[in-house]
């Protein structure tokens, strides 16, 4: 026998969020971050004073099960953060972009093939040990050069036969 599903739904007036089913219903993210995912969505617009600790303080989770559920809305697309500098360049906060549906596989992908600016790839060959280098068949090409081909197809020392 399966389970029978009674749901009883009271008209909110105020102070409800409308979360998309396709939220609820995405495999990809774990029961935790549908929860923080719904939780961010259900805050005004630009907070004042939002934290992780802040997060985990007005719920029964931890800190690090927060973290781990925020990395997780930001590999299925649905968070990206950025660091904000001031003006002279120093660190000056972070700036969470949320959305109600996720990045395509695609984005992410395009986003993981960006190069590493900091150490591009030189052309130049690999510093260290190379390999070692055969002298016997360069003395022996060398000793090669002396003759020449006559119009005979005989090998002739330069000067005479």
């Not at 995912?37 to 630009?46: E, F, G, R, V």
């Not at 997060?55 to 931890?62: E, L, P, S």
């Not at 959305?99 to 395009?110: H, P, Q």
């Not at 986003?111 to 390999?131: F, H, M, T």
Request: hydrophobic share 30%; proline share 6%; aromatic share 6%.
């Amino acid at each position: 026998m399966g389970i029978i599903l009674t749901v009883e739904k009271t008209k909110p007036v105020k102070g409800y969020t409308i979360i998309h089913n396709h939220i609820l219903n995405d495999k990809n993210l774990s029961f935790k971050a549908k929860g923080i995912l719904s939780l961010l969505l259900s805050l005004p617009p630009n907070p004042k004073h939002l934290s992780i600790e802040l997060i985990a303080r007005k719920n029964r989770d931890g800190i690090s099960s927060i973290r781990s559920g925020i990395e997780e809305l930001k590999s299925a697309g649905y968070l990206a953060v950025h660091q904000i500098n001031n003006a002279r360049g120093q660190y000056d906060g972070v700036e969470w972009s949320l959305r109600d549906t996720a990045l395509g596989v695609e984005y992410l992908e395009k986003k993981r093939e960006i190069p590493d600016v900091e150490n591009p790839n030189s052309d130049r060959p690999p510093s260290g040990k190379r390999g070692l280098i055969n002298t016997y068949k360069t003395k022996k090409l060398k000793k090669q050069e002396n003759y020449y081909c006559s119009r005979f197809g005989r090998r002739e020392k330069p000067g005479g036969p």
